[in-house]
């Protein structure tokens, strides 16, 4: 129905939404239903330094809450974060330290800020929305460059103690093992991201491939993707037996660029799984349904959560 000149336009709230990324920062204007009103995405610019890419985020922020109904904003990064605070402690990928996002934020824009993890708001957005919906308490990994993982229980995300809750990847699966990125050795991530999988597989044969490469020999036969494929679902099914045991997950949901192997990955990971449980049954594996929006998603809801948390 067209609208009657005069008459005032109903106007939806909404959140705005930021997941930052290496090299991009994914940004969006969402509302309470899910629905996306507006997205777009910037360059990181992380290669200008820390400073230059907090610089960004919060232009970028300023840009996209331009008009009053925007309510609160939900920011994702990645590394270690600590939610209560406000404060963005660390990352690898990015250089930064003690970054503390929400103050800056809610400064700037006169609005409720809240900070999450990259990958445990992802976890939070495909229990809500995706692979994990109708299960109370979902695990979630994301499994690309590097191995994260989040636990959400009755839709609520476990941030832990200090921020730092969920890290499978740096779970050690096989002492003395390959050199991780952490310092330690044999951590899941050492063994089992989609650039180890494509790093094991050159090793092995001298021939430069990357994971998806790897997946697509396995299809034709090629006994060294074979033997790769095999240690890292070997690899992964420890550490999610151990998640399973701990924290007794409804369903496994696997995110990051592997998860688009598909039932090349979650056929045999799920078989390996159920043979380490002994005495109990394995919770079922699926692939996210949100894919690389996952962590923007969940950074809505974040917002979205704390609107109707601050509502008297
Ligand atoms: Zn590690």
Redesign the pocket.
Known sequence: MPAIPGEPRIRTDLVAALDVGGTSIKAGLIAEDGTVVRESRRPTGAEGGPQAAVDRIVAFAQDLVDTDNVRALGLGVPGVVDSAAGIARYAANLGWRDVPFVRLLSDRLGIPVVLGHDVRLGALAEAVLGAGTGTDSVYFVAIGTGIAGGLVEGGRVDNGATGQAGEV??LVVRPGGPL???G?HG?L??IASASRIGRAYSELTGVQASARDVVELLQSGDEAAGQVWADAIDALADALAAVTVLQDPGVIVIGGGLSLAGEALTGPLAGALAQRLTFRTAPPIAVTELGDRAGLAGAALLAWQQLRKDKP
């Open positions: 990847g740096h991780c990125g952490c330690n951590c991530e050492s």
